[in-house]
């Protein structure tokens, strides 16, 4: 389904949608993070929709800071072990043609310093 769709809320440490157009609400039991990309140790790419405050906080946030604690605990037991292929962007032309596509196109970009994102008072908080 398509994230913009909906309107999320938890409740009780559950986690629900409601359809906009219909109003329907259903509890969310899954959820494809599709495009999240970890661009290097410092950068992560959500992927190319407008996500809402509430997406990120309630589905963005606590999956990315569950991997990353789950890299934390690997790393302590094998230091040599990287849990998530690092992707350097594109430089030069076709960067900036891809860049120029988006925005025309109407895609978003949301590439978040990692760090910042995952604190409580990171962007969009």
Same mark, same amino acid.
């Not at 509430?54 to 302590?76: C, D, G, I």
């Not at 962007?89 to 910042?116: A, C, I």
């Given at each position: 389904?398509?994230?913009?769709?909906? =309107?999320? !809320?938890?409740? #009780? &440490?559950?986690? !629900?949608?409601?359809?906009?157009?219909?109003?329907?609400?259903?509890?969310?039991?899954?959820?494809?993070?599709?495009?999240?990309?970890?661009?290097?140790? &410092? =950068?992560?790419?959500?992927?190319?929709?407008?996500?809402?405050? +509430?997406?990120?906080?309630?589905?963005?946030?606590?999956?990315? =800071?569950? /991997?990353?604690? /789950? #890299?934390?605990?690997?790393?302590?037991?094998?230091?040599?072990? %990287? +849990?998530?292929?690092?992707?350097?962007?594109?430089?030069?032309? &076709?960067?900036? %043609?891809?860049?120029?596509? #988006?925005?025309?196109?109407?895609?978003?970009?949301?590439?978040? &310093?990692?760090?910042? !994102? /995952?604190?409580?008072?990171?962007?969009?908080?």
């Amino acid at each position: 389904w398509n994230v913009q769709q909906y =309107r999320l !809320f938890s409740n #009780k &440490d559950r986690l !629900f949608g409601q359809e906009v157009a219909s109003g329907h609400s259903f509890e969310i039991v899954f959820y494809h993070f599709h495009a999240v990309r970890f661009l290097n140790q &410092d =950068r992560v790419d959500l992927g190319e929709y407008v996500l809402s405050v +509430p997406v990120e906080q309630l589905l963005y946030r606590p999956y990315l =800071r569950h /991997l990353e604690n /789950l #890299k934390t605990s690997l790393q302590q037991r094998d230091p040599g072990i %990287r +849990p998530n292929e690092e992707i350097t962007p594109k430089k030069g032309l &076709d960067n900036y %043609r891809n860049r120029v596509r #988006k925005v025309f196109q109407g895609w978003s970009h949301n590439v978040y &310093d990692k760090n910042e !994102f /995952l604190t409580p008072y990171g962007p969009n908080h």
